[in-house]
């Protein structure tokens, strides 16, 4: 190990990122040290990786010394568990010393007083930025601008829907933007987020605390939408949106803009909506390659969606996942008209409640997927099950076996919970 270069030494140690690993390596000699100041670009720090016992002041003086120690650092991630609360000035030094040279931040630091992370880390070259448990108050676009950053992830962050457009817009090369638990402050008892960005390529939105969501963007590509409770969510935009997922959404005005020619993936579960009608909305996507309603109970009787209206309207779906559901009598995506879904090889099916109706409607979904590989059953099964459960239950793992006997090329799989 001795006759290694010191750039070979450098690229073994930029494997590592983990700062007890980093702190390990320099002990080892003198030229491990000269490579961990010189090569190494990534660290990341994490309470958990320390004794438990070691106290708040112990953490900033480790923190500190090893930061110190490098030149050029790239990635930095700090990490620090709640019961601890640091002084402000380290903190700062920690990233007047960095900034220069950092890409990535990671942050999640609890400090007293508040650090006010954009006006530290603005005008450089971030290009990925991760707060979590932050408070962000009065940003100045002019000031904290964010020219270089790609990615902008707020977690457990509180700011109001003014700060948060205007950090966006402070961002011109932002392509990902994820906001999750999101505490939006605001005096109005509507509250209006409103986000405007020309280079944004993915929005995932999670509990978000407002009432409205307006995106105006022209290469919005993937929308994820989950546990949000809207009145209205608009998308203003030029129609370039391939991959929707929503999950536990209640909405009661959503409009996606009126072409749907490049969507590709739709995935919705758990989802209400009052108007319009949801399928309505997706209809047009004749390119659509993967297709998912699970838990969704369309309002409206004419909007039952059948396997013929799937197969008209997607024919070139392949992966195709529906779970079985009664409404009044009524089945979802029943099994009317003739057309196959030629292109489906993946078929997964499930129910909440079982029926003695699910296999014979399983059997007819086969049957109209004539090049299908894969089929995964999902089913919910209840601890107390009554005796009539129990028999439906039978009767159906009786008719999967005949099942899998005349379809035998195909794979077959269960997921229960």
């Known amino acids: 190990m001795e006759h290694l270069p010191v750039e070979v030494i450098g690229n073994i140690l930029a494997h590592l990122s983990a ?47 090893t930061i110190f120690q490098t030149m050029g650092l790239q990635c930095l991630s700090i990490h620090i568990d709640r019961t601890h609360e640091f002084s402000a000035a380290p903190v700062i030094a920690w990233l007047m010393y960095t900034r220069e040279t950092l890409r990535s931040l990671s942050y999640n630091v609890r400090t007293n007083p508040n650090v006010n992370i954009l006006e530290k880390c603005g005008r450089q070259k971030l290009e990925v930025l991760d707060l979590d448990h932050n408070t962000i108050t009065g940003v100045e676009p002019s000031y904290q601008r964010f020219t270089c950053l790609k990615s902008l992830s707020l977690r457990h962050v509180s700011i109001s829907a003014l700060d948060l457009s205007l950090l966006v817009a402070a961002c011109p090369k932002i392509e990902s933007l994820a906001l999750d638990f999101l505490e939006v402050v605001t005096s109005d008892p509507q509250s209006t987020m409103e986000l405007t960005s020309h280079t944004l390529k993915s929005l995932f939105a999670k509990s978000v605390g407002v009432d409205k969501i307006i995106l105006d963007t022209d290469n919005l590509e993937v929308l994820n939408l989950n546990a949000l409770n809207l009145d209205l969510f608009e998308l ?94 009524l089945l979802h995506y029943s099994l009317q008209g003739s057309s196959p879904l030629d292109n489906v090889s993946v078929l997964e099916l499930g129910w909440t409640v079982i029926s003695e109706h699910f296999g014979p409607w399983v059997f007819g979904m086969i049957e109209r997927c004539p090049n299908l590989k894969k089929l995964v059953i999902h089913g919910v099964l209840s601890e107390a099950k009554t005796r009539e459960e129990r028999q439906m239950l039978a009767s159906f793992t009786s008719f999967i076996v005949c099942l899998m006997r005349k379809y035998v090329h195909v794979d077959v799989q269960f997921e229960y919970e």
């Open 19 to 65: 700062a007890r690993d980093v702190m390990v390596a320099s002990g080892v000699c003198r030229k491990w040290r000269t490579a961990c100041r010189k090569h190494l670009h990534s660290l990341s720090f994490n309470s958990d990786d320390f004794p438990r016992d070691m106290t708040t002041r112990q953490l900033e003086i480790v923190i500190t010394q």
């Open 236 to 329: 203003i935009g030029k129609g370039t949106l391939k991959h929707l997922k929503i999950d536990d959404v209640s909405v009661t005005h959503m409009d996606i803009g009126e072409s749907t020619d490049h969507l590709e993936v739709v995935d919705v579960s758990n989802f209400t909506i009052v108007r319009p009608k949801l399928y309505s909305m997706i209809s047009r996507a004749s390119n659509l390659r993967m297709l998912r309603f699970w838990g969704v109970v369309f309002d409206d009787d004419d909007e039952i969606v059948d396997s013929e209206t799937i197969a008209v309207s997607f024919p070139l779906l392949r992966h195709l996942s529906l779970s079985y559901e009664l409404r009044d009598g």
